[in-house]
């Protein structure tokens, strides 16, 4: 999900990661707090002072976030599900489920143990900054625990609020699918929410623009897009899974492909076979065993006048997992794997042997059918199906 993100540590086996992004943010929250919150509580202090306890606030919150994730991540744990990681980027931060909840009972446990923790340590930093007072603690310690209090109180609020995938919208979700068993239905449900609520802060924060603080309404702004964009591409995602399910490669892959053979030379190929039946990805065998392919952008890299002595087994693409998969792959499992790698044509082979080709098109063009045939088909609880994750 996140390509640039640098490994951290890890805490309970959950790998901690950060995206460059979170660096964004990181930059900018400091700045307000050493500008802004630090000299209105902390007169007469020096700009490193502020500086400094900026930086120490900004760890706070990233050690909040990374405490809300592993909530969500603990809990998932204890229903069975693997969770890839923990990242922190510039909306937050995702612990990745590897898969969806399986019930509307994990889905609600899982998404509001977030929540819980960010209400927890908004209480104990403002139960601590009580003790602390009544102590004689200093200042500055008070103003941090004072902003990592409330920063946390307005974590947990802010996420519980009804909108998908916000962690309050997965509740939602979770309350439908346990009324309708219908996860596809109360997905759709939960994601109209997420929409118009991503919608209101677009419009929130435009009107800001022009009426008050443009650095908040520029963030709402982007907030509003984020939500908008993760809520539909959730929901569109589960609307394919549903479209492919109990579908096998098997089912939708082309049979008996074009092919050509080891030993060709590429003039040969694109003449006799990319040209005259009109593709592009074309599987390289030697007798009846597979090999590889070679596509266009592989003969694109190629000078034109080396093609005739150029042979396809010096630049084949050799077959691989990453490649190849096997007729029996479910096809929504084949979905997840070429929206990961970005390959969007496979060979499908058994036993070293080509069964056939699939491509992304085969799979957008079944849809599409399906889709212009008004066939849809409900996902109930007794299906499990991966996800994107948590957003924090």
Request: aromatic share 10%; glycine share 8%; proline share 4%.
């Amino acid at each position: 999900m996140f390509k640039n993100a640098v490994n951290l540590f890890e805490i309970f086996g959950f790998k901690i990661r950060i995206d460059p992004s979170w660096l964004l943010i990181a930059a900018l929250i400091v700045w307000s707090l050493s500008t802004a919150y630090f000299p209105e509580e902390l007169p007469g202090y020096s700009r490193y002072d502020y500086i400094a306890l900026a930086v120490v606030a900004m760890f706070g919150l990233f050690a909040s976030l990374i405490l809300h994730e592993l909530a969500h991540s603990l809990v998932a744990r204890q229903f069975g599900l693997a969770v890839g990681g923990i990242t922190l980027f510039v909306f937050g931060g995702v612990a990745e489920l590897e898969h969806e909840p399986r019930s509307p009972k994990s889905e609600f446990c899982i998404a509001i143990a977030g929540p819980l923790m960010s209400f927890a340590l908004s209480a104990l930093a403002f139960f601590l900054l009580s003790v602390l007072k009544r102590e004689g603690a200093s200042n500055s310690l008070d103003a941090v625990l004072a902003y990592l209090g409330l920063i946390n109180l307005v974590l947990a609020i802010f996420n519980l609020v009804p909108a998908f995938p916000l962690d309050g919208g997965r509740v939602l979700r979770a309350i439908l699918w346990h009324f309708k068993n219908d996860l596809l239905w109360a997905t759709r449900i939960a994601s109209g929410f997420g929409t118009a609520f991503g919608l209101l802060l677009i419009i929130s924060g435009v009107f800001s623009l022009f009426t008050a603080n443009s650095f908040n309404g520029l963030w709402q702004i982007l907030i509003g897009f984020f939500i908008i964009n993760a809520s539909r591409g959730s929901y569109q995602q589960l609307t394919i899974k549903t479209a492919l399910k109990n579908q096998t490669v098997r089912t939708l892959m082309t049979r008996s492909p074009k092919t050509a053979d080891v030993n060709e030379d590429l003039q040969t190929l694109v003449d006799n076979t990319m040209l005259a039946s009109n593709v592009s990805f074309v599987p390289v065998t030697e007798g009846d065993h597979l090999l590889g392919y070679v596509d266009a952008s592989l003969v694109q890299r190629i000078d034109r006048e080396n093609w005739e002595t150029t042979h396809l087994g010096d630049i084949l693409v050799s077959s691989s997992p990453e490649n190849t998969v096997s007729p029996d792959m479910p096809m929504d499992t084949l979905f997840q794997k070429m929206a990961r790698s970005g390959q969007r044509k496979m060979l499908v082979g058994d036993n070293g042997k080509l069964e056939g080709v699939i491509s992304l098109a085969d799979l957008m063009s079944y849809l599409a059918i399906r889709q212009g045939l008004g066939l849809s088909s409900d996902w109930h609880s007794d299906h499990p199906h991966q996800g994107v994750g948590h957003p924090g």
